[in-house]
C-alpha cells in the first residue's frame, strides 16, 4: 500500500504548488496606475489630410445677348443703356440678315419734296432716317429703321406719332442689312432685371441667356 501513499503525497505537492503559483504571479491590473503616470508619453495620431486637386479649369462665365438691332434702333438702343454700369463688359456681333419690316415714309416725288419732309423730322426731333436715293420704286421715301419683326416696327412707329410724326407708315420690305447683337457678360441679378425690364421697350428684339 505505499504506492498509494506516495500517489497522495505527489498529488498534495501538485495543489501545493498551483496555489503558490497563484499567489505570485502578478495581478492583470496590477500596472494600470504605471501607464496612468506615463500619460505624457502618449502620442496622438491625426488622421491624414485628404488635400482635393486643384481645379484646372473656370466656369463658364454667364452672358446675356440682345439683339439684333439696325443701325437707327442700336443708337437708341445704346443711349438707353448709358445710364448703365456696362460699357466695359459689352460688345458686339454684326452679321448681315434679311429684315422683313420697315418703318418709313412714302416717296415724296421730288428731291425737294424729300428734303422737306425730313426737315420736318429734324424739327420734331426725329434725326435717325435714310434718305432713299436710288433708281426704284423707292426713290425719294424715307426710311426710319428697318426690323426683324413687325412688333418692333409698329412699336417705333407709335413712339413716332407721339413725338408728332403723321406720315410715317409700317410695310413689308425684304432687305440685307447689317444687324448687330450685343452681348452684356457676367450681368448681376438686379442687372438681368433692368436689362429684362428695358428690352420690353424695344418689341421684336430677343434678350436671351447664352454662354461666354
Do not use: H
Not at 59 to 84: K, Q
Request: with cysteine; net charge neutral; proline share 6%.
Amino acid at each position: 500500500m505505499k504506492w498509494i501513499f506516495f500517489l497522495l503525497l505527489l498529488v498534495n505537492l501538485g495543489l501545493a504548488g498551483y496555489g503558490y503559483l497563484q499567489q505570485t504571479r502578478p495581478y492583470p491590473d496590477a500596472n494600470i496606475v504605471d501607464f496612468q503616470m506615463n500619460a505624457d508619453k502618449v502620442r496622438i495620431i491625426p488622421e491624414p489630410v485628404v488635400v482635393k486637386p486643384a481645379r484646372t479649369s473656370l466656369e463658364p462665365t454667364a452672358c446675356l445677348e440682345w439683339g439684333s438691332f439696325g443701325d437707327l434702333e442700336l443708337r437708341r438702343v445704346t443711349e438707353a443703356l448709358s445710364s448703365m454700369d456696362l460699357a466695359s463688359r459689352i460688345s458686339a456681333r454684326k452679321e448681315e440678315v434679311t429684315t422683313g419690316w420697315w418703318v418709313y415714309m412714302p416717296p415724296q416725288g421730288s428731291q425737294a419734296n424729300m428734303d422737306r419732309k425730313a426737315q420736318e423730322l429734324v424739327d420734331l426731333g426725329v434725326t435717325d432716317f435714310v434718305k432713299v436715293t436710288g433708281n426704284g420704286p423707292w426713290r425719294y421715301a424715307i426710311s426710319l429703321g428697318a426690323f426683324g419683326k413687325e412688333e418692333g416696327a409698329r412699336a417705333y412707329l407709335a413712339e413716332l406719332q407721339d413725338r408728332g410724326v403723321r406720315t410715317a407708315e409700317v410695310g413689308r420690305r425684304n432687305q440685307q442689312v447689317m444687324q448687330t447683337t450685343l452681348i452684356i457678360r457676367s450681368p448681376t441679378p438686379a442687372e438681368s432685371t433692368q436689362l429684362v425690364e428695358l428690352a420690353t421697350r424695344f418689341p421684336g428684339t430677343d434678350l436671351r441667356a447664352s454662354g461666354c
